[in-house]
């Protein structure tokens, strides 16, 4: 039997600040869902899950020290930068 071991991986804290600091220049308030590791027992195979922030109930995706977020799933990105604009854009 395959067992799968999860780790949480918590918010760097400049990106959490980052993204709030977005959030209220749109009046919006963002949730934030923790992304974790897992990984298979007894292999070297592991899977990064991105933390999740969901905002007017768009699910963006983001990794720790990254400048990119991305847009529902991981085939679309656009930079942080760029997250205001794109969020004003919807209204």
């Known amino acids: 039997m395959i067992k799968i071991i999860e780790q949480e991986i918590s918010f760097d804290d400049t990106l959490k600040k980052k993204l709030e ?18 990984k298979i027992d007894k292999t070297n195979l ?7 922030i969901i905002i007017n109930d768009i699910t963006f995706l983001a990794f720790n020290y990254s400048t990119e977020i ?4 991981l085939s679309k990105k656009i930079q942080i930068t760029e997250l205001e604009s794109y ?5």
């Open 87 to 91: 969020l004003k854009s919807l209204n």
């Open 21 to 38: 600091f977005i959030c209220d220049f749109c009046n919006t308030t963002p949730k934030f869902i923790n992304g974790s590791i897992r």
């Open 70 to 73: 991305y847009i529902k799933n």
């Open 46 to 52: 592991s899977y990064i899950e991105p933390h999740r």
